[in-house]
């Protein structure tokens, strides 16, 4: 059955990336989250998807310009009347402990390149045992392979914009176990293809109707939507029922 990943939480109805946005995905029914981290100029990992915090937040600036206690200060639902606050990956990962969701974790290196992020990730994912439950993906592919090779039991997954030419191939020559796709890139044939060869295939950022449809016709090892909500809803069609 395929896995439906909430991308930055429900985003299509809560502030993303935020942790009512990751609780709202958890209450509806997703099998995982995907969001983003960057690291600040005192080194902690947050999640926020943009370099600059201008976008989604109160703020303006680069996230790694803002210390820890001052990136806090901000408010990350811009368009609610409750105030967040951006998330520390500890904050979710601490909050993973008392559920059985999975969680895509994207390094937001491609960039800017944050030094040591790979390390403290991964430290952090081995010391509240989540290693089965995490996959570290990136656009900044020698960032990923830099994961594998310091702990080749979390699972990655480079992204991509465009469509590579037999991409289960290119997936297995960094050791990545998965691939993220922009969802428009993939026939169905690559998709199949690559699943065969046992990589996974979890597509980017699948929100359309009809989208979601062909996917799960295919069985697609997941997707990765703003709108959980609705993908399970069309999910649902393609449960085999007893």
């Known amino acids: 059955m395929t896995e439906i990943f909430a991308h930055r939480g429900y985003s299509s109805l809560f502030a993303e990336n935020t942790m009512s946005a990751f609780y709202e995905a958890e209450k509806a029914g997703a099998d995982g989250l995907e969001l983003d981290v960057q690291l600040t100029k005192d080194g902690e990992l947050v999640v926020i998807h943009d370099e600059k915090v201008n976008r989604t937040t109160s703020g303006n600036g680069f ?6 206690k001052d990136i806090r200060k901000l408010n990350a639902n811009k368009k609610g ?39 403290k990730v991964i430290e ?17 592919h020698y960032s990923i392979v830099h994961c594998y090779r310091l702990a080749s039991e979390i699972e990655t997954a480079p992204l991509f ?32 293809r690559t699943m065969e060869n046992e990589i996974a295939v979890r597509p980017y950022t699948v929100n359309n109707d009809a989208d979601l449809h062909r996917l799960f016709r295919l069985n697609c090892t997941s997707v990765i939507t703003d709108d959980p909500v609705k ?4 999910r649902k069609q393609y449960e085999k029922r007893p």
């Open 81 to 119: 009347l409750k105030k967040e606050t951006i998330p520390s990956l500890i904050e979710v990962l601490e909050w993973m402990q008392t559920n059985t969701l999975l969680c895509n974790i994207e390094l937001k290196n491609g960039l800017l390149a944050y030094e040591g992020m790979e390390e």
């Open 231 to 234: 993908a399970l809803r069309i």
């Open 124 to 140: 952090l994912i081995q010391n509240y045992g989540l290693t089965d439950r995490i996959i570290i993906s990136s656009f900044n």
């Open 161 to 192: 914009l465009e469509g590579l030419f037999m991409p289960w191939v290119y997936a297995q020559s960094i050791r990545a176990k998965g691939i993220h796709p922009k969802y428009s890139t993939l026939s169905d044939e690559i998709i199949t």
């Open 63 to 68: 996230v790694k310009d803002f210390l820890f």
